[in-house]
């Protein structure tokens, strides 16, 4: 079974950094569109970032220059830099598999001073 599990979120303040991770088990990362949604309270759940199987990555307009979306292939393991984070990128942060609809626990992300 295809598996995700995503770890790495916390309280940060304004201008901060966090690293998440999502260790996906039965699928390699480099054989799958992978994607990073999130959901924030009383919001639906929106897209942040996708990462292609060429290593060709999109992201949405409000994390444009400040989050990266990346994978290692030898870890099987997708990741989410999130630089200069912003209260309202306060959220439950999710690991996607689109082709197998396959959705992490979610972990959640607070930017708060």
């Known amino acids: 079974q295809v598996q995700v599990v995503e770890s790495g979120g916390g309280l940060v303040q304004p201008g901060g950094s966090l690293r998440l991770s999502c260790v996906a088990s039965?699928?390699?990362?480099?054989?799958?569109?992978m994607a990073w949604y999130r959901q924030a309270p009383g919001r639906q759940r929106e897209l942040v970032a996708r990462?292609?199987?060429?290593?060709?990555?999109t992201s949405t307009e409000s994390v444009k220059g400040r989050f990266t979306i990346s994978r290692d292939n030898a870890k099987n393991t997708m990741y989410l830099q999130m630089n200069s984070l912003k209260p309202e990128d306060t959220a439950i942060y999710y690991c996607?598999?689109?082709?197998?609809?396959?959705w992490g626990q979610g972990t959640q992300v607070t930017v708060s001073s």
């Open positions: 039965g699928v390699s990362v480099t054989s799958y569109v």
């Open positions: 996607n598999v689109p082709a197998h609809g396959t």
């Open positions: 990462i292609y199987l060429d290593g060709t990555t």
